[in-house]
T-cell receptor, first 111, second 113 residues
Framework: LAKTTQPISMDSYEGQEVNITCSHN???????ITWYQQFPSQGPRFIIQ???TKVTNEVASLFIPADRKSSTLSLPRVSLSDTAVYYC????????????FGAGTRLFVKA | EPEVTQTPSHQVTQMGQEVILRCVPI?????FYWYRQILGQKVEFLVS????????KSEIFDDQFSVERPDGSNFTLKIRSTKLEDSAMYFC???????????FGPGTRLTVT
């Protein structure tokens, strides 16, 4: 599993776009990039997954440059309810399925 | 929308007792997981289960832990002899066809006294 590095915390204001970048310099050819969100006392919630370029769903966008050594989760127009911890995971979608969560990025959205 | 469910929501037990935490994964999912999260700390992987067997386990998942899928719907985590340090939130998760796209349950808070 590739090691990931994310900022420990970020602050934003309601209505702003938030971009959280994750570094994964030793990503392997077959690794996918997955982002989860976790609110206090709840289980992580799957947000988005991608392999390369850009992926968008109803919640977020994921930008992956050509070298795939980093990825950026983009949350458009955040609200107070987006205050949570965001985790970047990198690994194979096959194999033993050992899923390692790092410390994540604590996003705090202010009014 | 289908959800992973877990019971009980909170379990209090005495040190040395056995506990069984129960999970009902989403019905057409193939991959099953248990995690734990000690208050204020990271989510820690315990075990993954696929095709009726453990596919991967962490160093935490020692002989005191076991998992079962006794029927087509339930997925259980047993801790044989609980320790104080087992106090944590335990999350079950399941995935359909992509192991890293997992759907988590609400968790069981285990308190060992």
């Amino acid at each position: 599993l590739a090691k990931t590095t994310q900022p420990i915390s970020m602050d934003s204001y309601e209505g702003q776009e938030v971009n959280i970048t994750c570094s994964h310099n030793n990503i392997a050819t077959n690794d996918y990039i997955t982002w989860y969100q976790q609110f206090p006392s709840q289980g992580p919630r799957f947000i988005i997954q991608g392999y390369k370029t850009k992926v968008t769903n109803e919640v977020a966008s994921l930008f992956i440059p050509a070298d795939r050594k980093s990825s950026t989760l983009s949350l458009p127009r955040v609200s107070l309810s987006d205050t949570a911890v965001y985790y970047c995971l990198v690994g194979l979608n096959t194999g033993g399925f050992k899923t390692i969560f790092g410390a994540g990025t604590r996003l705090f959205v202010k009014a | 929308e289908p959800e992973v469910t877990q019971t009980p929501s909170h379990q209090v037990t005495q040190m040395g007792q056995e506990v069984i935490l129960r999970c009902v994964p989403i019905s057409n999912h193939l991959y099953f997981y248990w995690y734990r999260q000690i208050l204020g700390q990271k989510v820690e992987f315990l075990v993954s289960f696929y095709n009726n067997e453990i596919s991967e386990k962490s160093e935490i998942f020692d002989d005191q832990f076991s998992v079962e899928r006794p029927d087509g719907s339930n997925f259980t985590l047993k801790i044989r002899s609980t320790k104080l340090e087992d106090s944590a939130m335990y999350f079950c998760a399941s995935g359909r066809d992509k192991p890293y796209e997992q759907y988590f349950g609400p968790g069981t808070r285990l308190t060992v006294t």
